[in-house]
Nanobody, 122 residues
Framework: QVQLVESGGGLVQAGGSLRVSCVASGRTFGSSAMGWFRQAPGKEREYVAGINWSGSVKYYGDSVKGRFAMSRDNAKNTVYLQMNSLKPEDTAVYYC???????????????WGQGTQVTVSS
């Protein structure tokens, strides 16, 4: 069973940057596409970015395209989300998960991590 641990969130002013990380346990990480999701209060979870197993193909949702960049380090079982030009509407809890389809963003692991809170002040 894969365990997911997110970290790196915090409070940042609008226009600032933040990088969040996710460490995944298990031997399937290196062969799995991974995705970043976020959930704001009162809203459904949103798929914002994905990366294939090698890092050669990436997906970004329209709301973050051009501002966020996802990467991975398979040697460390870690994925990253670099967030630039942050806006108050980016405020949410950010989660990672394996995804079945990079462009659909269907999460594979039922047990989500605790997430990491990102708060952007105006």
């Amino acid at each position: 069973q894969v365990q997911l641990v997110e970290s790196g969130g915090g409070l940042v002013q609008a226009g600032g940057s933040l990088r969040v990380s996710c460490v995944a346990s298990g031997r399937t990480f290196g062969s799995s596409a991974m995705g970043w999701f976020r959930q704001a209060p009162g809203k459904e979870r949103e798929y914002v970015a994905g990366i294939n197993w090698s890092g050669s193909v990436k997906y970004y949702g329209d709301s973050v395209k051009g501002r966020f960049a996802m990467s991975r380090d398979n040697a460390k079982n870690t994925v990253y989300l670099q967030m630039n030009s942050l806006k108050p509407e980016d405020t949410a809890v950010y989660y990672c998960n394996r995804v079945g389809s990079l462009f659909v963003g269907n999460p594979l692991d039922a047990n989500w991590g605790q997430g990491t809170q990102v708060t952007v002040s105006s």
